[in-house]
């Protein structure tokens, strides 16, 4: 067999798959080498069969394969071809319409992006084309077929995949006995260049508009020939006749302002032999004598060497920028000595800032030292024996004094918040307990007026939260007190809840509302719905509270419509803290509530869910009977809610179904204290056993008659031996002497003032360590801070109340 294919002329190779052996003859090897070429290897292992131009199976099944020279040549160069086609994205097609036949090359199929297996047609291969464009080809076609004439035109085209594209189309048409037998052509996607032409023709199209909207003139200098050429803005630019002008470098600097000439040549030159960058302004002399400023920029082409060959810049009119300039200078020196002005003016506005800031500190503590002695003795009052008449006399002076004092507070807030001398102090808060103790506060007032008043809070809210406590009870105060006072029938209400790390409190009202002029101004100063004096206060309350609630890190919004009540919403932040261990002796108790309206038992409801407490699910241990409503579970302990106003006038009848009262508007420490006791949780107290009472020792220095009346009775009515100094001097003399257990210390007397005094009795003697409790009419943080910077344990403000000075003794001297 190697004999036989050795006299082949012809490269030739004998295959056996099985084992896989080739047989090579001579020719091959003289021409391919004496291995199997990789190219026909892949061609013989990949033959399944039927006609091919160079292999033959044997009678074996062996295959006999001659590659002739010429034939792989050709088969070459059609793979470069086809490749060539692929790179380039172009497809080949024949039509032969005496038949209808239509052939599509390879790459055809994969631009259309059709199965190769389909056969196209000259009527689908149109359906590619959208709107006219299928119109248009098929007229070239027709056209093409009928007279023989070319076409190439580029059209939209829409994929198989629904791909939009743009291609090229070009056909030609083979005419034989004056008819067309064939017609064939190319198709080539042409997308990425039609991308490339359109973003080409944008950008000309801007530069084209940039250029004739801010009169942009470009040029071009040879420095070796020393000619200059313009384009057509740089004429209009110049305003020169380009009949004129003869492309030398005089052209231009015969057009530049005498006394800007050499420094713009200059820089040229730099740039030019020094390879600085040319970027410069100077002023032209148009034909009509006007003056332009322009601005130059310029990019210099070198040879390898280094030199100069090309320079080619811009140009273009910055006559209206350098006016804006000229006038911003002006304006510059004007604003310099309007500056010099508002420094004087801010100066003077200091000052009389400082001095509204005394006037303020002095009118409080001028008001507050009479108001000592009237609230004092008003208080002791109350502790003794007095008729009814006598004690409500007693009680509206009381009254009366208070609401003084919250006018005084509301003026002294406001100008430490308008002056920005606020500092918060976040502590760890009981939240319900602060609004229980609003409640306390405010729920008499409501139902004084006969207004319904409640409140209710989530019991998804923490028990402790991290907040400034005291700015947060003046902003609620300040809400729950303007609802009450400007509601006259209906229902003040207050809801608690938590949302993402923000407490929110939503106080509405059913009272006058307001109009959409009076609730654009609400949180304006001294602004107030109702501006007649009946209602009363400063109209600075919700002025402050708009700005601690910012200050705060919150929102505040309000919503209101005349004679339909009021809704404010106020969002403020909380640090999380560690929450107590809860107790759980009230878990799964049996309780029930009785009668009631649902708005009324929500608040309930809440409390007793925070609780742990659900729907009773067999024994009912206590039931909460609303008023109107009657016990349904007699075995149960029984607690009867009524309002704080009817509490107090309950008889014995009406109780003999009651174990307790729980009155309205509820408080949580209450509730949780009514069931223990009602379901025997409650700690008995240790029985108390006679003690000898301890005497505690003060020294009260305070310059004020009146005054030290006042505290001579309430440390009296507290228990304390006491002596009184009359100012700083006469106080550090007797602390010499005589030990005490407390000091408190007036800070204006004098001879000394209390800060004098509080640095010498801390400095030497007995009572160094005595705990000294500053006694004051002023209410600024500053006296605050000079207090504790000279010694001072503790701060009191003036009138004393006492329950202060019963909780100031307690804390400092037992």
Known sequence: MQIEIDQIPLPTVVYESEPEVAFLNAAYEER???????????????????????????????????????????????????????????????????????????????????????TPTLESSLEFYPGSSRELLKNLLDRALATGKTFDVELPFISAQGNKMWVRSRGHAEWQDGRCVRLYGTLQDITEQRQVRERLAELLERFAFAQSSASFGVWDFDPTRGTLHWDQAMFTLYDVDPETFRGRFEDWSDCVLEEDVDGTVELLEQAINENKPFDTEFRIRLSDGQVRWIKATAHITRTEDGRASRLVGFNYDITAIKAVEEELRASNVQLEQSNERLEELAASSLAASVAKSEFLANMSHEIRTPMNGVLGLATLLLETELTPQQRDSVEIMCKSAEALLLLINDLLDFSKVESGAVQLEERTTDLREVVDDLVEFLAVQAQQKEISFRYCIDHRVPLLVGIDAGRLRQILINLLGNAIKFTDIGTVEMMVEVEAGHLRFTVSDTGIGMSAEELARVFEPFAQADTSSAKG????????????????????????????????????????????????????????????????????????????????????????????????????????????????????????????????????????????????????????????????????????????????????????EFEIASNGVEACRIAETELFDLILMDLQMPLMDGFEAARQIRAEGLNRETPIIALTAHATAEHKERCFDCGMNDYVTKPIRLAKLREVVKNWAL
């Open 32 to 118: 391919f080498g004496p291995q199997l070429c990789p190219d026909h290897l892949r061609l013989l292992q990949s033959f399944t069969g039927g006609a091919h131009e160079s292999i033959t199976v044997l009678n074996d099944g062996r295959l006999l394969a001659i590659f002739h020279p010429d034939v792989e040549r050709l088969r070459q160069r059609d793979r470069l071809v086809r490749r060539a086609t692929r790179i380039a994205r172009v497809g080949g097609w024949e039509y032969q319409p005496d038949v209808d036949d239509l052939h599509w090359s390879e790459e055809l199929y994969l631009i259309h992006q059709l199965d190769f297996r389909q």
């Open 537 to 720: 206060g400063t109209g600075l309350g919700l002025a402050i509270c708009e700005r601690l609630v910012e200050l705060m890190g919150g929102t505040i919004r309000v919503k209101s419509a005349e004679d339909q009540g009021t809704e404010f919403s106020v969002r403020l932040p909380f640090t999380p803290v560690e929450q107590p261990d809860a107790e759980r002796d009230l878990v799964g108790r049996g309780v029930m509530i009785t009668g009631g309206r649902a708005e009324e038992r929500r608040p309930l409801q809440e409390i007793l869910q925070f609780l742990g407490i659900g729907e009773p699910e067999t024994e009912v241990e206590v039931e909460l009977v609303f008023p109107g409503a009657r016990p349904r579970y007699p075995d149960a302990g029984h607690i009867l809610m009524l309002p704080v106003t009817q509490a107090s006038h309950i008889d014995r009848a009406e109780m003999k179904d009651f174990s307790d009262v729980l009155t309205l508007p509820l408080r949580h420490r209450r509730v949780q204290q009514v069931l223990r006791k009602t379901l025997g949780l409650e700690k008995q107290p240790p029985s108390e056993v006679e003690s000898t009472q301890l005497v505690v020792s003060v020294l009260v220095a305070e310059d004020n008659a009146v005054n030290q009346k006042v505290i001579s009775k309430l440390l009296k009515k507290v228990g304390c």
